[in-house]
C-alpha cells in the first residue's frame, strides 16, 4: 500500500489481516469508554471531521457524529440537499471546496461506485472515509460486524458464515466478503441466481485463507451455519425484475424460525439494516434470542473510533 492510500479508509482489501484486528483491538477499549457515564475524550481535539453524505442514513452517520465528538473533534454534517450540490456542483468541486478549509477526514457516503477514490485522489492533506459508495463498498460496516462476531466466538478462524438475499447490489457484502476471508472464515453467498454474482469474487487469492462459495438453496447455505447475515432486498437498486414476486422470495429465501430452526439453530443471526422485516427476515427472529441486530448498531460507534482514530494517526505520521 502506498502512503497516499495508506491515510484514506476506503475497502477492507486495503488492509492486512493484523491492520484488521488492530482496528477491532482498538474499538475493543473505545467500547469500555463508552460503557462509562462520562465519556468525552480528547484524542482527536482539534481536529474537522466532515461527513458528506449524498444518500440517506440513520446509523452509519449518526454513529460517525457521535464516535467524532466523543473522540474530542468537532463534527460537520453537509448533506447533498442544502449543500451546492443542488445547484449542480460536481463532486472534485464539492470536495476541493470542503478541503480548502482545512479540514482533516471527511466521511463520504455516495450513490456511485467509486466516488470516495475520486475524493482520495482528490485530497492533498485529508483523510477520506468511504460510509458506503454504490454497491462497491461499506468497509466500517463490515469491521463491526467482524468486531460483532467477536463478541460471541473465540476467532472467526474455520466459521462457515451464511450472507443471504441480494449479494449484487450489496456493499455490505462486499466488504464483510473480504474481511471474513482474511480472518480464516468460510463464507456461502446464498440467493436467487439473479441476484448473486456470477462467479466467486477473489477466491484464488483468499485460497488459503478461507473459502467462498455461492448457492442458491437455502437450507444449504444455513446448514450447520455459525453466523447467518441476512441482506435488505434493496429496492431502491432497481430490484424488479431480479425476483419472481415478493412472496416468492419470502417462501424461499427469508431468515425465519422454520429455515433457522432446521439448518441452525445456534446460529447467530445479523443484519446491517434497516431492515425490511417480514420480507428478508421475520420479526422473531429478528428480535429473537440470538439476534446480534442491536449489538451490531452499539458497535459502530466503537468502530468508528478507532478508524477515525486511525486515518488521524496516520496523518500524522504515528
Ligand atoms: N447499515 C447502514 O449503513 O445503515 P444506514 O444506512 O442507516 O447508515
Not at 473533534?73 to 470536495?95: P, Q, R, W, Y
Not at 468497509?139 to 460471541?152: E, R, V
Not at 443471504?164 to 457484502?173: F, K, L, M
Request: proline letters at 3%; a negative charge; aromatic letters at 4%.
Amino acid at each position: 500500500m502506498d502512503n497516499n492510500r495508506n491515510r484514506h479508509m476506503l475497502d477492507l482489501d486495503q488492509l492486512s489481516k493484523v491492520q484488521i484486528e488492530e482496528l477491532l483491538g482498538s474499538a475493543l477499549k473505545y467500547k469500555d469508554i463508552l460503557q462509562r457515564d462520562m465519556k468525552k475524550q480528547d484524542e482527536l481535539r482539534g481536529k474537522i471531521v466532515v461527513t458528506l453524505f449524498y444518500e440517506a442514513s440513520t446509523r452509519t452517520r449518526m454513529s460517525f457524529e457521535e464516535a467524532g465528538k466523543i473522540l474530542g473533534s468537532d463534527v460537520i454534517n453537509v448533506s447533498a440537499s442544502g449543500s451546492s450540490v443542488e445547484k449542480g456542483e460536481s463532486l472534485v468541486n464539492t470536495a476541493k471546496t470542503i478541503e480548502a478549509m482545512n479540514v482533516d477526514v471527511v466521511i463520504i457516503r455516495h450513490p456511485h461506485s467509486g466516488a470516495p477514490y475520486i475524493l482520495a485522489e482528490q485530497f492533498e492533506s485529508a483523510s477520506v472515509i468511504n460510509a458506503g459508495d454504490g454497491t462497491h463498498a461499506h468497509p466500517t460496516q463490515a469491521l463491526l460486524d467482524l468486531f460483532t462476531i467477536l463478541d460471541h466466538v473465540d476467532s472467526i478462524q474455520g466459521l462457515k458464515v451464511a450472507i443471504v438475499g441480494d449479494v449484487i447490489h450489496s456493499r455490505v457484502a462486499r466488504s464483510n466478503i473480504h474481511g471474513l476471508l482474511k480472518l480464516g472464515a468460510n463464507v456461502v453467498l446464498c440467493g436467487p441466481s439473479t441476484l448473486l454474482p456470477k462467479s466467486t469474487p477473489w477466491s484464488e487469492y483468499y485460497e488459503s485463507q478461507g473459502s467462498l462459495d455461492l448457492v442458491t438453496d437455502l437450507d444449504e447455505a444455513l446448514n450447520k451455519a455459525d453466523v447467518v447475515m441476512t441482506l435488505r432486498l434493496q429496492n431502491e437498486r432497481q430490484l424488479s425484475g431480479y425476483i419472481p414476486s415478493e412472496r416468492e422470495y419470502i417462501a424461499k429465501w427469508q431468515i425465519n424460525s422454520e429455515s433457522i430452526g432446521r439448518n441452525c439453530p445456534d446460529a447467530w443471526i445479523m443484519h446491517p439494516g434497516p431492515m425490511n422485516e417480514g420480507i428478508e427476515i421475520s420479526e422473531s427472529v429478528a428480535k429473537g434470542p440470538k439476534s446480534l441486530i442491536q449489538e451490531q448498531v452499539e458497535n459502530g460507534v466503537a468502530i468508528r473510533m478507532a478508524v477515525l482514530k486511525s486515518v488521524c494517526d496516520i496523518r500524522s505520521g504515528i
